[in-house]
């Protein structure tokens, strides 16, 4: 029993001596994420407030929204291009003096034709199955980083462009696309252009529409002051042999 007990203990820290930079690592980034998602929700929340919505989202429903997905792929998108090309620009150039580039003087291990290797149970399927197989195994690395990249620029572009429409619609605005093309709301905007407010108005649109009215308001008056001084000009210039 004691022989067993310690045969356990001996596996769980050899678990952790063996991995314990990926673990770390994995702690680190659900630590920082997790604070990323609660300071996102508040920031979300007050920016709401300051518009003048009551609507008040969880954590959960932060997760299903344009803000959460663009910070969150902003930040994947530059790590993914940072590692594609640090792979890609390693496999090329050099650097004297440090440990991660290819050795100046002499023959670099990685750059061996595994074609010629000799083939063990612990050589990798690619290698041993050759042609296209290999060809995609030779740089499959720096593919798959690229892949991510392109994968989180187009998740970055559709977050941004829903809280970009989130936020024009507050304020009572066309929503776009990602392609550029635009789409009236049905309710708001046209009819804040006109002047008459909306039959059912919404919390978020309201600092809006009577922004709006208030501007055209203005306008008037200050055309209408500008027209009555300028009447009596014109009296005189009539009365005048």
């Known amino acids: 029993m004691v022989r067993q007990d310690t045969s356990s203990a001996n596996r769980r820290r050899s678990l952790l001596h063996d991995n314990g930079l990926l673990l770390a690592c994995l702690a680190l980034f659900g630590a920082f994420f997790v604070g990323m998602i609660l300071a996102g929700t508040a920031t979300y929340n007050e920016e709401q407030r300051e518009h003048g919505s009551t609507e008040q989202v969880s954590i959960i429903g932060y997760l299903t929204t344009g803000d959460f997905v663009e910070a969150t792929f902003e930040n994947w998108e530059s790590e993914f291009l940072q590692m594609g090309m640090y792979v890609v620009l390693t496999a090329?150039?050099?650097?004297?003096?440090?440990?991660?580039?290819?050795?100046?003087?002499?023959?670099?291990?990685?750059?061996?034709?595994?074609?010629?290797?000799?083939?063990?149970?612990?050589?990798?399927?690619?290698?041993?199955?050759?042609?296209?197989?290999?060809?995609?195994?030779?740089?499959?690395?720096?593919?798959?980083?690229?892949?991510?990249?392109?994968?989180?620029?187009?998740?970055?572009?559709?977050?941004?462009?829903?809280?970009?429409?989130?936020?024009?619609?507050?304020?009572?605005?066309?929503?776009?696309s990602c392609g550029g093309t635009s789409r009236r709301r049905s309710s708001g905007s046209s009819r804040c252009r006109t002047g008459r407010a909306s039959s059912s108005p919404s919390p978020r649109s309201s600092r809006s529409r009577s922004s709006c009215v208030s501007a055209v308001r203005r306008s008037r008056s200050r055309s209408?002051?500008?027209?009555?001084?300028?009447?009596?000009d014109s009296r005189r210039s009539s009365a005048r042999p």
């Open 224 to 232: 209408q002051r500008h027209t009555t001084r300028r009447a009596p």
């Open 92 to 176: 090329f150039l050099y650097q004297r003096g440090s440990s991660e580039s290819k050795p100046i003087d002499g023959a670099a291990p990685q750059d061996e034709d595994p074609r010629k290797a000799d083939v063990t149970d612990a050589t990798p399927w690619p290698v041993r199955r050759g042609g296209l197989a290999l060809s995609a195994y030779e740089v499959s690395l720096a593919v798959a980083f690229f892949v991510l990249f392109f994968a989180s620029m187009a998740l970055h572009a559709l977050g941004g462009s829903r809280a970009f429409n989130d936020e024009r619609l507050q304020h009572g605005q066309a929503a776009i």
